[in-house]
C-alpha cells in the first residue's frame, strides 16, 4: 500500500522559512515526486518536482530562486524547502507520487497518488 505523508506546515510571518517533508512508503521508487498546492477558491497548482532517479527538478515561475525540492533516497523522503514565503504562498501543500508517462509533471491529474496535504499559513 502506497502512502504519502506531508509533514512541516505552520503559520509564519512573512519574509520566513518552512521545510516541508513528504515520507513515502509502499512502493518505491517513483519516477517522479511532485509538490502541488491549494488555496481556498482554486485550482491546485503545480509548484515543483524532483525526478527520483537523478533528482533533476523544477519549479514554477513564482517560486523559483525561493524553494527548493531535494530528496534523501535512504529515507525514501522529498523535502520542499521554502524561503522568503509570501501571503500568496498560503495554501494546503501535497505531494503526489507518478510513474513516467507521456504527461506533463505538472499536471495533478498525471500523479497516482497524493498526500493528506499540509497547510502552510503565511501572515503580512
Known amino acids: 500500500q502506497v502512502q504519502l505523508v506531508e509533514s512541516g506546515g505552520g503559520l509564519v510571518q512573512a519574509g520566513n522559512s518552512l521545510r516541508l517533508s513528504c515520507a513515502v512508503s509502499?512502493?518505491?521508487?517513483?519516477?517522479?515526486i511532485g509538490w502541488f498546492r491549494q488555496a481556498p477558491g482554486l485550482e491546485r497548482e503545480f509548484v515543483a518536482v524532483i525526478r527520483w532517479d537523478d533528482g533533476e527538478s523544477m519549479y514554477r515561475d513564482t517560486v523559483k530562486g525561493r524553494f527548493t525540492v531535494s530528496r534523501d533516497n535512504a529515507k525514501n523522503t522529498v523535502y520542499l524547502q521554502m524561503n522568503s514565503l509570501t501571503p500568496e504562498d498560503t495554501a494546503v501543500y501535497y505531494c503526489?507520487?507518478?510513474?513516467?508517462?507521456?504527461?506533463?509533471?505538472?499536471?495533478?491529474?498525471?500523479?497516482?497518488?497524493w498526500g493528506q496535504g499540509t497547510q502552510v499559513t503565511i501572515s503580512s
Open positions: 509502499g512502493r518505491t521508487p517513483f519516477y517522479y
Open positions: 503526489a507520487a507518478r510513474s513516467q508517462s507521456d504527461l506533463s509533471y505538472s499536471l495533478p491529474r498525471s500523479y497516482e497518488y
